[in-house]
């Protein structure tokens, strides 16, 4: 986790996204530690602890500030290749190297300076528009919630004859947002994560669970935590089997009372419909 904390601590999306990765296998761990009832109630301290510290929302606002940074100086550097005013370097003469993106490259350097200063004002606009400051705002929820405004501004300016300031956005844009919508199951997952951690602390003292997750507070957790799509405490129910279901809505802010529907999409997918849910026992 903490390896996953530094990663995320990096000012650029390749870091965040590797922090993710991280976050997701330390998650596994958790899940199995807590399923075999293998951690003692020091562990689990210190484990609350950590997770605790972690704020999804600040890393991914640093790292989209990086990466509107990083961008804007690529296409301001591609600007001065085109200019004459910088020479090419070996590595991205290296990009180039076939003669048909050799071709390419030459069409490039023709290019009006003008057109890399619109491409550079509309990636900072739409980066700023649907990711930062969503982000500032409302945190990823928020930001997630405003791909569809994305992909309606990028979707009226499609015609690149049009519309060529837009054509380096098009190819930007979308994919930087997509990293929130994967931020958002991981936020969920951590909250989850740090209730089961408080479960587990208290089933060690009293030998059961709690009927509500507000007998948690404040011995076993500092607050509950809340489900990052609609601001409600993380649902939570006791099983028959003797164990608990933690879950939140998903993208579709439905309550589904834990089920996880459309399995063969990825619950990272906007179009995956179902609960995120944490539980312990087989889905039917």
């Known amino acids: 986790e903490k390896i996953g904390l530094a990663c995320e601590a990096e000012p650029l999306l390749i870091g965040f996204l590797v922090g993710n990765t991280i976050e997701a296998m330390v998650n596994e761990g958790i899940w199995l530690g807590l399923r075999e009832k293998a951690f003692a109630e020091e562990d689990l301290r210190l484990l609350y602890q950590i997770f605790s510290a972690h704020d999804l929302d600040k890393a991914l606002l640093q790292a989209c500030r990086g990466e509107m940074a990083t961008g804007l100086n690529a296409m301001e550097y591609l600007q001065d290749v085109a200019a004459g005013r910088k020479a090419v370097g070996q590595d991205v003469v ?16 023709a290019l009006p300076g003008g057109l890399f200063d619109h491409w550079k004002s509309v990636i900072a606009e739409q ?86 997750l507000k007998e948690l507070v404040p011995e076993f957790a500092t607050a509950i935590p809340l489900d990052p799509w609609d601001g409600k405490e993380v649902r ?27 399995r063969r999409v990825s619950m990272k997918s906007p179009d995956y419909l179902g609960d995120w849910t944490w539980q312990y026992e087989p889905s039917k």
């Open 94 to 109: 290296a990009a180039f190297a076939s003669d048909r993106q050799s071709l390419s490259l030459n069409v490039f350097r």
């Open 127 to 212: 980066e700023w528009k649907h990711l930062i400051a969503p982000l500032r705002k409302g945190g990823i929820t928020a930001a997630v919630k405003s791909a569809d405004g994305m992909s309606a501004d990028l979707n009226a300016k499609q015609n690149y004859l049009l519309h060529p300031d837009y054509i380096m956005a098009r190819m930007v844009v979308p994919a930087v947002i997509s990293v929130s919508a994967s931020a958002s199951l991981v936020q969920a997952r951590e909250r989850q994560v740090l209730t089961a951690i408080a479960l587990e602390r208290f089933f060690l003292k009293h030998v059961r669970y709690p009927a509500t």
């Open 236 to 262: 939570y129910r006791t099983t028959a089997a003797g164990r608990y279901m933690l879950w939140c809505v998903g993208f579709d802010g439905k309550d589904d009372d834990g089920q996880m529907k459309k």
